[in-house]
C-alpha cells in the first residue's frame, strides 16, 4: 500500500463547476500538506500550504485537512479552462528540511 | 527574479552513456531535492541535500549520482547503472527555515535513444 493514495483520474467537469480533489494518507505523523499544480511538461507549482488540521483558502482555492480520518481534500471553485493541470497532493512529518512524499498526481480537464 | 533552471529542457541518452542534469537556484535556498516523474507513480526522491557538501539517498538513488559543492548547484548524474532512466526529471529546493514548500524547476526529460 501506497504512503499517499490519490485518484489518478481524469476528472472532466464543465466550466463553473466545483471541484473536489482529495487523497488519502495512512502515516498518521504527517503534519504539513500541500497541493501542486502541474501543467503539461511543466514543473509543479506550490497552490496551498497548510499545518495540521482544519482548512484554509485562497481566493477560489480552499484546502481542508482531517488529521483523524487521514484524508485531505483541495476544492475549486469556479473552475475554469485554465486550471485543466494534474493537481499533486503532498505530505511531510515536518515542516523544515523534510522530505516531501507525493500522490500520483489527479488529472483536471474543465470543459467549455 | 529568484527561481530554479534546469538544463537542459530535453536530453537524449545513447545505452551506456553518463549524462549529467543542471540544477541551479539563486532563491539562497539551503536544501535541494531531485525527483524523477513517471505516469502513474507520481514523483519519486532519487536524492536530497541539505547543506552544501552532504547529500542523502532517497527512495530510488541506484544508477545516480549527484554533488554539491555549492549552495546554488545541485547537478544529477544519471549513470550506465540506471537501467530504465527515460523519464521526466524534476529538481526542487526549499529553504531551511520556516513552513513552506518546495520550488520545482521546469524538469528535464531524459529520453534513451
Known amino acids: 500500500q501506497k504512503e499517499v493514495e490519490q485518484d489518478p483520474g481524469p476528472l472532466s467537469v464543465p466550466e463553473g463547476a466545483i471541484v473536489s480533489l482529495n487523497c488519502t494518507y495512512s502515516n498518521s505523523a504527517f503534519q504539513y500538506f500541500m497541493w501542486y499544480r502541474q501543467y503539461s511538461r511543466k514543473g509543479p507549482e506550490l497552490l496551498m500550504y497548510?499545518?495540521?488540521?482544519g482548512n484554509k483558502e485562497d481566493g477560489r482555492f480552499t484546502a481542508q485537512v482531517d488529521k483523524s480520518s487521514k484524508y485531505i481534500s483541495l476544492f475549486i471553485r469556479d473552475s475554469q479552462p485554465s486550471d485543466s493541470a494534474t493537481y499533486l497532493c503532498?505530505?511531510?512529518?515536518?515542516?523544515?528540511?523534510?522530505?516531501?512524499?507525493f500522490g500520483t498526481g489527479t488529472r483536471l480537464q474543465v470543459t467549455l | 527574479d529568484g527561481g530554479i533552471t534546469q538544463s537542459p529542457k530535453y536530453l537524449f541518452r545513447k545505452e551506456g552513456q553518463n549524462v549529467t542534469l543542471s540544477c541551479e537556484q539563486n532563491l539562497n535556498h539551503d536544501a535541494m531535492y531531485w525527483y524523477r516523474q513517471d505516469p502513474g507513480q507520481g514523483l519519486r526522491l532519487i536524492y536530497y541535500s541539505q547543506i552544501v557538501n552532504d547529500f542523502q539517498k532517497g527512495d530510488i538513488a541506484e544508477g545516480y549520482s549527484v554533488s554539491r559543492e555549492k549552495k546554488e548547484s545541485f547537478p544529477l548524474t544519471v549513470t550506465s547503472a540506471q537501467k530504465n532512466p527515460t523519464a521526466f526529471y524534476l529538481c526542487?529546493?526549499?529553504?531551511?527555515?520556516?513552513?513552506?514548500?518546495?520550488?520545482f524547476g521546469s524538469g528535464t526529460r531524459l529520453t534513451v535513444v
Open positions: 497548510t499545518y495540521s488540521s
Open positions: 526542487a529546493s526549499r529553504t531551511g527555515t520556516g513552513s513552506n514548500g518546495y520550488t
Open positions: 503532498a505530505m511531510s512529518l515536518t515542516g523544515t528540511a523534510s522530505k516531501l512524499t
